[in-house]
């Protein structure tokens, strides 16, 4: 943890997904001072007729941070407007089409390799 699922359009080339993941994870580490060692970025990739908003279909694209508690607002704040401008600046899609929604959980409920994580870095 942090996991970062990136639910977005079927078709972006591999290439980008990781220069997505490569950038996600700097700003990670830079930003909520995660080890390196514990962030994962998934991409679920889906078609328009999937995915709605406002009951029409959309290719826009969600993106769930999943990290552990103890980061300050401002933080988080900071983390979700990164996501957002890397995702914008690596696939071309205005930040318009793009929402990150983040989730904070408390250590003692994430388990990482049959061990407790420790509390997450205050910042």
Same mark, same amino acid.
């Given at each position: ?35 390196? %060692?514990? *962030?994962? =970025? ?10 709605? &908003?406002? !009951? /029409?279909?959309?290719? $826009? ?34 930040? %318009?089409? *793009?929402? =990150? ?10 388990? &990482?390799? !049959? /061990?407790?994580?420790? $509390?997450?870095?205050?910042?």
């Amino acid at each position: 943890m942090p996991v970062i699922v990136c639910e977005c359009k079927v078709g972006i080339q591999p290439g980008v997904k990781a220069r997505i993941a490569s950038e996600l994870t700097s700003a990670i580490r830079e930003i909520i001072l995660s080890p390196l %060692d514990l *962030i994962s =970025v998934v991409f679920h990739e889906a078609t328009s007729e999937n995915t709605y &908003r406002s !009951g /029409e279909s959309t290719s $826009e694209t969600l993106i769930f941070c999943h990290i552990r508690d103890g980061r300050s607002d401002g933080a988080v704040l900071s983390l979700a407007k990164k996501v957002s401008s890397i995702w914008s600046a690596c696939t071309g899609a205005s930040e %318009d089409e *793009i929402e =990150v929604l983040v989730t904070l959980y408390p250590a003692k409920y994430v388990v &990482r390799g !049959g /061990e407790r994580l420790p $509390e997450a870095p205050r910042v």
